[in-house]
């Protein structure tokens, strides 16, 4: 895990782009600053561990993942257990990925995108 910039807000979003082995985390704060980003095992010590590492980051307002069906499926009940919001967030149309290249850590940006942008529909 890295990090990228200092919290400016006190209030993040996480997003997490799923996959078989590896999960791929964004934080970001509640004006859409990118603070850190990373990777995790896909296994309940990686699941904690992102808990850990984005609650460094500030008080966490929701988590948006990828694949809650599929790969993301046991992060999210994870997440869930601990008493978080999880808001599944589709993926990229593929057609558009291919245009504006691809890349996971720029998915995981984009899931805690949508999470921010439905916080703010709420208000």
Same mark, same amino acid.
């Given at each position: 895990?890295?990090?990228?910039?200092?919290? *400016?807000?006190?209030?993040? $979003?996480?997003?997490?782009?799923?996959? +078989?082995? %590896?999960?791929?985390?964004?934080?970001?704060?509640? %004006?859409?600053?990118?603070?850190?980003?990373?990777?995790?095992?896909?296994? #309940?010590?990686?699941?904690?561990?992102?808990?850990?590492?984005?609650?460094?980051?500030?008080?966490?307002?929701?988590?948006? %993942?990828?694949?809650?069906?599929?790969?993301?499926?046991?992060?999210?009940?994870?997440? #869930?257990?601990?008493?978080? +919001?999880?808001?599944?967030?589709? *993926?990229?149309?593929? #057609?558009?990925? *291919?245009?504006?290249?691809?890349?996971?850590?720029?998915?995981?940006?984009?899931?805690? *995108?949508? $999470?921010?942008? +439905?916080?703010?529909?709420?208000?």
């Amino acid at each position: 895990m890295s990090q990228i910039a200092p919290t *400016r807000s006190g209030h993040v $979003v996480i997003g997490v782009d799923t996959h +078989k082995h %590896i999960h791929v985390a964004a934080v970001m704060d509640s %004006i859409g600053g990118i603070l850190a980003t990373g990777t995790i095992a896909t296994d #309940r010590a990686g699941y904690q561990q992102l808990l850990d590492w984005a609650a460094d980051y500030g008080t966490i307002i929701a988590f948006g %993942i990828e694949g809650t069906g599929s790969y993301g499926a046991g992060l999210a009940s994870y997440i #869930r257990r601990q008493g978080h +919001k999880v808001v599944e967030v589709s *993926r990229p149309d593929r #057609r558009l990925r *291919r245009l504006n290249g691809k890349s996971d850590t720029l998915d995981a940006e984009n899931a805690a *995108r949508a $999470v921010l942008v +439905k916080s703010l529909e709420v208000v």
